[in-house]
């Protein structure tokens, strides 16, 4: 396992998901904060840091491109060493090609962070495992929003615990901000 070399994944921390925070709606309000510093420590350690925003193609959408909810939060700063724009879930359907980029640098572990836990984080996870990366999901540097499935409304807080349930062990190790810094 080479940790000299893990990259940071930030996934979708775009303006257009503060249309959705409303009380009660959304989990871990230390997110973005977590996320940033990430970013400050992977870069103090000079590791790669990939960006990844979602370029919606729905015409409604507050992600589709050249709106002002398709732009990164305020904490996404300075220049990644990857660019990736996609319009699905997993940051390895976008463009440039993820992996291509991960392989061509020699880059075999990753560190995913950002929104929605249980969308394009998980999603990306779930691929990253598959295509045999050692993958961390900094689980307290996402955070998701309720949502209602048959009339029943399932909590934040509770889709963000299924997921570290359902991709733990199998596709990622789920870690906390504090642990993932520590074992930089």
Not at 102 to 119: E, F, H, P, R, W
Request: charged content about 25%; some cysteine; aromatic content about 8%.
């Amino acid at each position: 396992m080479k940790l000299n070399n893990r990259a940071l994944i930030v996934i979708d921390v775009q303006k257009g998901f503060e249309e959705y925070d409303i009380k009660g709606e959304r989990n871990n309000p230390d997110c973005e904060a977590n996320v940033a510093r990430l970013i400050e420590t992977w870069r103090a350690n000079k590791l790669p840091v990939v960006f990844v925003k979602h370029n919606s193609k729905s015409d409604t959408s507050v992600l589709r491109p050249n709106q002002p909810g398709n732009d990164f939060k305020d904490i996404i700063t300075g220049t990644p060493d990857l660019l990736v724009t996609k319009s699905v879930n997993s940051a390895f359907y976008g463009t440039p090609d993820l992996y291509q980029w991960l392989t061509a640098k020699d880059i075999d572990s990753v560190a995913i962070c950002g929104i929605q836990t249980n969308m394009c984080c998980e999603t990306t996870a779930r691929m990253s495992g598959n295509l045999g990366l050692d993958t961390w999901f900094i689980l307290d540097a996402t955070h998701t929003f309720a949502k209602t499935f048959n009339g029943v409304k399932v909590s934040a807080e509770e889709l963000a615990r299924v997921t570290a349930v359902n991709i733990s062990g199998e596709f990622a190790e789920i870690l906390s901000t504090e642990e993932a810094i520590s074992k930089i």
